[in-house]
């Protein structure tokens, strides 16, 4: 590694956004829930046991992908999106599983809306009130990437301006 951080202190990242070479590979890899994504300081821990301190500028939810560094000279660490215990919502009626996304966007519940289905943190009081609904509702563990809401960035995009 090329930190002269002693192994045994957290390592301090202060940098994101970085552009890695093509085809890099990271010295450490961060997995983190979407609600960790989204605190840009603390102390976590890399796939391979190794503490890091993040102390990241105020902004955007780290994005899977992205890379996290000491200083801009160094990009170190890659988040990734860590798996998560979620709800797959299915309907053979595409009508019902919009109306799900309205009620579950009423109750401020975090979604990832894909093709044909919803996905949500697992929730039992939900899971029985879509069920009630009449939708199919499964669990799965898989990397959770919520919709970043109405004035969040889309795809990479984000508004400069003022609303």
């Known amino acids: 590694m090329a930190s002269s951080e ?5 390592l301090v990242l202060r940098e994101r956004g ?4 093509p085809g890099a590979v990271p010295a450490l890899v ?9 605190q840009l300081r603390g102390l976590r821990c890399t796939a391979c046991g190794r503490q890091v301190l993040l102390q990241l500028p105020r902004g955007a939810a780290l994005e899977p992908g992205e890379w996290l560094a000491a200083t801009v000279a160094e990009p170190l660490v890659q988040v990734r999106a860590a798996a998560e215990e979620l709800l797959q919502v299915r309907s053979a009626d595409p009508l019902a599983l919009l109306q799900a996304a309205y009620h579950l966007g009423n109750r401020h519940v975090a979604m990832e809306i894909r ?14 009130l879509l069920e009630h609904r009449g939708l199919q509702v499964g669990q799965l563990q898989a990397p959770f990437q919520p919709e970043s809401g109405a004035y969040g960035p889309i795809h990479g995009h984000s508004h400069s301006h003022d609303h």
């Open 18 to 21: 970085l552009a890695a070479s």
């Open 6 to 10: 002693p192994a045994d202190r957290p």
């Open 115 to 128: 093709a044909g289905e919803l996905r949500l943190l697992a929730d039992s009081v939900l899971a029985h």
């Open 30 to 38: 961060l997995a983190l829930s979407a609600v960790e994504r989204t």
